[in-house]
Nanobody
Framework: QVPLVETGGGLVQPGGSLKLSCATS????????MAWYRQAPGKQRELVAV???????NYANSVKGRCTISRDNAKNTVDLEMDSLKPEDTAVYYC????????WGQGTQVTVSS
């Protein structure tokens, strides 16, 4: 498994922005599929955004236009920038990697509230 550590969560007001970062000691240039998922209380974990090794990205409809996923192969990080945050974005956000084996981070809490 790939060790993944998320940072950047916190409390933000509606309409605000946050940047989440996922760091790993592994060489992410060798990891084909990396993504951010989230899980709100009482709900199933859902995909937020994915980025492939070649740079192709895809987003959940609920965040499209408000989120940007990026990967820095030199720093071995995958970031998720979120803008125009809504209360329904409140969730624990998880970093995910798949390179034959699935790996999950421990999660970081994002709370959007006034």
């Amino acid at each position: 498994q790939v060790p993944l550590v998320e940072t950047g969560g916190g409390l933000v007001q509606p309409g605000g922005s946050l940047k989440l970062s996922c760091a790993t000691s592994a060489r992410i240039s060798n990891i084909y599929y990396m993504a951010w998922y989230r899980q709100a209380p009482g709900k199933q974990r859902e995909l937020v955004a994915v980025i492939l090794s070649g740079g192709t990205t895809n987003y959940a409809n609920s965040v499209k236009g408000r989120c940007t996923i990026s990967r820095d192969n030199a720093k071995n990080t995958v970031d998720l920038e979120m803008d125009s945050l809504k209360p329904e974005d409140t969730a624990v956000y998880y970093c995910y990697a798949h390179n034959g084996i699935e790996s999950w981070g421990q999660g970081t809490q994002v709370t959007v509230s006034s």
